[in-house]
């Protein structure tokens, strides 16, 4: 393996390792705990699971790799900020979106060359691209396995709550 | 730019970046904040600084960089969870050698070749690392900036507390 390569195959253990954290910490939690606020008047974990979806959602876009599966989720989980009243999908219709979501996201992950990772990703223009080369694929799955570590490490929180279900 | 200097470039931005944001957090909460428990019955925001910081400083040893600066953290802040009623060093203690540790990090951090970051880390031999050649320096940056990460969605919530001052 080039050192190239071996970059790649740590930022994309890092991502699916991440990915399957959240799997475990979701295994774990009742729906009825997930539909809980993490501090009293903050998100609950419903909220930041259709936040990470919607968030991994618009990742297809930067990476060029086709269409937002749910397109639907941007105006209520990212454009709005959590709001207890709102009328939001199901915990088990998002639940089924992350899974389905992450399998596709493998899937798509595992025929992209070096190159492409490599190479620059949709919102930087082509002369942006030729000053600052790291605006690149790659980057985007670093920056997005940081915010799904940080909002993990919040829904984890909800854990707590066991005994008072 | 090579692409092992892109790389390396990106994680390194991500950890400084994440130190960084820990920073504006901490910077945000006052120390009565920090000492309150995340959740109740749970970490206080003392206890995780302390964890982080002992964390680091055990990447200083993984990385092949020296002693580590804090040892005695290890025992308060990894062997044991967090208690209530031990006797810790104060939040102003904390801060002080976390804002250390980090100016001390990076110094060490800024003259590592693109060769070192490629090479193995102290916690495996040379045979393991033989077939396992991800195991190395720059993969202990990208694991320790998604714990950080992790720990920093947690202290954040404090913020909601300010009121209650």
Do not use: C
């Not at 009825?32 to 936040?51: C, D, F, R, S, W």
């Not at 790291?134 to 984890?156: A, D, E, F, P």
């Amino acid at each position: 393996m080039t050192k190239t390569e071996i970059a790649i195959k740590m930022v994309l253990d890092r991502w699916h390792g991440s990915v399957t954290n959240l799997n475990r910490i979701l295994s774990d939690l009742t729906d009825a705990q997930l539909q809980m606020e993490i501090v009293p008047g903050k998100n609950n974990g419903t909220y930041l699971l259709g936040h990470l979806i919607a968030v991994h959602d618009d990742m297809l876009i930067l990476l060029g790799m086709g269409e937002k599966l749910y397109p639907a989720l941007f105006e209520p989980f990212i454009k709005q900020p959590f709001n207890a009243a709102a009328q939001l999908p199901s915990v088990a219709e998002l639940k089924a979106m992350w899974i389905h979501q992450h399998k596709v996201m493998q899937q798509k992950f595992s025929s992209v060359t070096a190159d492409e990772w490599f190479g620059r990703h949709t919102a930087v223009s082509e002369d942006e691209f030729l000053k600052e080369p790291h605006r690149n694929k790659l980057n985007i799955i670093i920056t997005r396995t940081s915010h799904l570590q940080y909002h993990s490490g919040q829904i984890v929180l909800l854990k707590t709550n066991k005994n008072e279900q």
